[in-house]
């Protein structure tokens, strides 16, 4: 047997339903592929949790995807688990494994013409210092700065609300001043985030004239589409008459908390997410 | 060996550090008992969680206090778990469990003239009616709203923020447009989460002058002092000559991140809460 004509298997994993922006961008760049998407929303969110701990629930949820889902690939859209992570899920599982920072960096590093950049994220992605070593990787300075009132305001539908504004350039000025301080000229502010991506209309407004918005999620997205598309499943999935073949096909995995997985998760897909199963990983 | 001159063992638990808001009352209604609080941190936020989660996690954390810890008296001082799962940890350990969601029906009462009463809280408590219903046994009429981004505030320390006003005026407005719908004359408003106790002087300044704002933490702990305070082990616990029984004895577990607890946690107990200890509930 051939990957002849099959579509390569996805697996998405996020600790709740943020990585939605991360699947909705390896859509577009990978559209013949099947999805599945998994949610840990019961131990979510990990942004606050130790790096053992994320360890623990990411291989776990990790193994799911791979071993009972079927994945071929994993992308980890969660800019925790990637930071803190992603070493202990690729020694969890046989498949490649793709997170969201190196991408991000590699994008950053594109866009940037002074090679100072701001990352905004979590305070988990933030003490892990993941994107300021995946910059300096790239050869790029970059300050972080963690910014926990956005994960909530965008959960609460306030994208375009004069209070997500305003506690945007509150986290801005800081991050100005601590600029100013460290003598960096930036010219790119990098969402390490993937909620973020909901705030981009606010937060290209809110920035310096000059300053690019770089998106993990679409970074990731375009890594996905080069590092997996050299491997069989995915070079021989030009569209078939086959319905499977061809047809979006995204399922969606939450470990708790369906209603609001459903509720809110279009939002992110930028579609429908249609109906969530629940899936117990003994947590 | 009788319980004369013993300071009774006390557990209290929260899914997070918010609880020590009741740990501070508690520790001034009923003054020399010993305290064991744990946080479980790294499952926490409950608020989005399902009632299957919260009661299997908040049982866990009870058993650990009572079998480990030696409590004699458990205090729930997380709403969301009060709401959800007060059976379930009533039936899980074979020792008096108080949650807060009735003493604050009970204060709401006391201080009600009109009869009806607003409650804010959690999602999950909201969603649970958990307020409405203790409400409605103590004869009142209760109209509950969702924060959600109340939690978050008080976490990033923006209680005394322009932003946290506005956010509090923009829930409290929505509160009063419904409650003028449903024809509610209300002259109260319970802080149905633990966190809220330290935005109540934003609170009292944002509620129509007339409302009173009750504190479930207040509440429960008066119910406490009230309760425990008839049996033995209480009622025997004047100061006496040894440092263990009139010592303010409290230790301070949670099942993660540690560092938080120990920087944000005095803000919510008013006083340093020292070391504290890392346990693992298996989760």
Redesign the interface.
């Known amino acids: 047997m051939t990957h002849s004509g099959k579509s390569p298997r996805i697996g998405v994993f996020d600790s709740g339903f943020g990585g939605l922006t991360v699947l909705s961008a390896l859509l577009r760049h990978i559209p013949h592929a099947c999805y599945t998407f998994l949610g840990d929303?019961?131990?979510?969110?990990y942004g606050?949790?130790?790096r053992r701990?994320i360890a623990h629930y990411a291989s776990e949820a990790a193994q799911y995807l791979v071993n009972e889902q079927g994945a071929e690939y994993l992308v980890i859209a969660c800019n925790t688990a990637s930071a803190l992570a992603l070493d202990a899920i690729q020694e969890a599982v046989p498949v490649p494994v793709l997170g969201v920072v190196e991408p991000g960096a590699m994008a950053a590093r594109a866009a940037s013409q002074t090679g100072d950049v701001l990352v905004i994220a979590t305070a988990a992605t933030v003490q892990s210092h993941a994107y300021a070593t995946a910059c300096k990787t790239q050869g790029l300075r970059a300050l972080e700065k963690a910014c926990?009132?956005l994960?909530?305001?965008v959960?609460?539908g306030?994208t375009d609300h004069?209070?997500t504004a305003?506690?945007i350039d509150?986290y801005l000025n800081e991050l100005r001043r601590e600029a100013k301080q460290e003598g960096l000229r930036y010219d790119a502010l990098v969402l390490g985030c993937t909620h973020y991506p909901l705030l981009r209309p606010l937060l290209e407004k809110a920035v310096t004239p000059g300053v690019r918005v770089i998106d993990s999620a679409e970074a990731t997205a375009e890594t996905a589409a080069r590092l997996f598309g050299q491997a069989p499943a995915v070079r021989l999935t030009a569209p078939s008459a086959s319905g499977v073949e061809t047809g979006l096909v995204v399922r969606c995995f939450a470990t708790?908390?369906v209603e609001?997985f459903e509720r809110l998760g279009s939002r992110f897909l930028g579609r429908p997410v249609g109906k969530v199963e629940l899936v117990d990983l003994g947590?």
Chains 1, 2 share one sequence.
């Open positions: 929303t019961a131990r979510l969110p606050s949790k130790s701990t926990p009132l994960v909530p305001l959960e609460e306030w004069p209070v305003q506690v509150v708790d908390s609001k947590g």
